[in-house]
C-alpha cells in the first residue's frame, strides 16, 4: 500500500525558508507513471495547488508564489521535497504531499503536516 | 488562471436525500474536472476523476458528469459518512486551481 509522509518544521519565522519533504513508501517514486505534487491549506480555508514534479526533475510551479518555490526529486531516497523561501503569515497552512497519476489529479495524499509562521 | 466556482457554499441534508454540488469553470476545460471530499482534520480523498470516473472503492451513488465549463457531483441517497467537505479542481491547465468548497452538514 502506497504510503506519503510529510516532515519537516512545523515553525518557521517570518522572511526564512519553509522545507518540507515527503517520504514516499511502497512504490517508487521513479516511476514513469506518476507525478508528485504539493497542495496546501491555509486554516478553515480552501486548498492550493503549489506545484507538480516528475521523477525526471521537470517541474510545474503555481505563478502566484512566484519564484519562491522550489521542488526537487531525490530518487535515491524515495523522497521529494519543497522549498518556499520569504515566508510570510500568509503561508501558514497544512502542507500536503501527493501522488498524481498522469499528472491530473491526486490519488494518494500524505495526512498532511501544518506550518505556522510566526516569530 | 481559470477560476472555478463552486455552489453553495454550504449545504444541509438528511441521510437519504439527493444532493448536487455545482461547479463553473471560467473557460472550457473539457473534461479536466475532479471531485474530492475532505473530512476534518483529514486530506482530501479522490472521488472522480475526469469529470465522471469514479474511483475504485468509491460508492456507486456519487456520480460526476459535465464537460466544458458546467458540472455537478451528485450523491444519490446521502449516508451519515458522506457528511463532508467537497471541493472541486481543474486541472486543464496549470496552476491547477479548486472551488471554494461545499459544506455538507446533517440536517
Known amino acids: 500500500q502506497l504510503q506519503l509522509q510529510e516532515s519537516g518544521p512545523g515553525l518557521v519565522k517570518p522572511s526564512e525558508t519553509l522545507s518540507l519533504t515527503c517520504t514516499v513508501s511502497?512504490?517508487?517514486?521513479?516511476?514513469?507513471?506518476?507525478?508528485w505534487g504539493w497542495i496546501r491549506q491555509p486554516p478553515g480555508k480552501e486548498l492550493e495547488w503549489i506545484g507538480n514534479?516528475?521523477?525526471?526533475?521537470?517541474?510545474y510551479y503555481n505563478p502566484s508564489l512566484n519564484s519562491r518555490v522550489t521542488i526537487s526529486v531525490d530518487t535515491s531516497q524515495n523522497q521529494f521535497s519543497l522549498k518556499l523561501s520569504s515566508v510570510t503569515a500568509a503561508d501558514t497552512a497544512v502542507y500536503y504531499c501527493?501522488?498524481?497519476?498522469?499528472?491530473?489529479?491526486?490519488?494518494?495524499w500524505g495526512q498532511g503536516t501544518l506550518v505556522t509562521v510566526s516569530s | 488562471d481559470i477560476q472555478i466556482t463552486q455552489s453553495p457554499s454550504s449545504l444541509s441534508a438528511s441521510v437519504g436525500d439527493r444532493v448536487t454540488i455545482t461547479c463553473r469553470a471560467s473557460q472550457n476545460i473539457r473534461t479536466y474536472l475532479n471531485w474530492y471530499q475532505q473530512k476534518p482534520g483529514k486530506a482530501p480523498n479522490l472521488l472522480i476523476d475526469a469529470a465522471s470516473s469514479l474511483q475504485s472503492g468509491v460508492p456507486s451513488r456519487f456520480r460526476g458528469s459535465g464537460s466544458g465549463t458546467d458540472f455537478t457531483l451528485t450523491i444519490s441517497s446521502l449516508q451519515p459518512e458522506d457528511f463532508a467537505t467537497y471541493y472541486c479542481q481543474q486541472s486543464y491547465s496549470t496552476p491547477y486551481t479548486f472551488g471554494q468548497g461545499t459544506k455538507l452538514e446533517i440536517k
Open positions: 514534479i516528475y521523477y525526471s526533475g521537470t517541474t
Open positions: 501527493t501522488r498524481l497519476p498522469t499528472g491530473y489529479y491526486s490519488d494518494y
Open positions: 511502497g512504490g517508487s517514486i521513479s516511476s514513469s507513471s506518476y507525478y
